[in-house]
């Protein structure tokens, strides 16, 4: 019931930054934790970073901890990702996640996944 669409991907040099949104409808989805994931060609997808409903929980990946930033507003249903001075090894697709409240880190724990949109960091 919960649909999530994935936006702001896009090619970047590195050092540079880049915005992801996640655009959700459906259901009661200002209720809901979000979580951020990412896939690298031959690679597992692997968390990111994820947000409690209140905004006031968040997690983070060691590997982007002190690079990249997630919020949400409630009031247009969107969560976002900044991501500052990206790397090359940040190039992946990236996916919007959604689960009941409870912030997680394993993705078997989200029920509802966006597309994902691409992102590339250039050296």
């Known amino acids: 019931q919960v649909q999530l669409v994935e936006s702001g991907g896009g090619l970047v040099q590195a050092g540079g930054s880049l915005r992801l949104s996640c655009a959700a409808s459906g259901g009661t989805v200002s209720t809901y934790a979000m979580g951020w994931f990412r896939r690298a060609l031959g690679k597992e997808r692997e968390f990111v970073a994820a947000?409690?409903?209140?905004?006031?929980?968040?997690s983070y990946a060691d590997s982007v901890k002190g690079r990249f930033l997630i919020s949400r507003d409630n009031a247009k249903n969107t969560v976002y990702l900044q991501m500052n001075s990206l790397k090359p090894e940040d190039t992946a697709v990236y996916y919007c996640?959604?689960?009941?409240?409870?912030?997680?880190?394993?993705?078997?724990?989200?029920?509802?996944w966006g597309q994902g949109t691409q992102v590339t960091v250039s050296s």
């Open positions: 947000i409690r409903w209140s905004g006031v929980t968040t």
């Open positions: 996640a959604a689960r009941p409240s409870v912030v997680s880190r394993l993705e078997s724990n989200y029920n509802y």
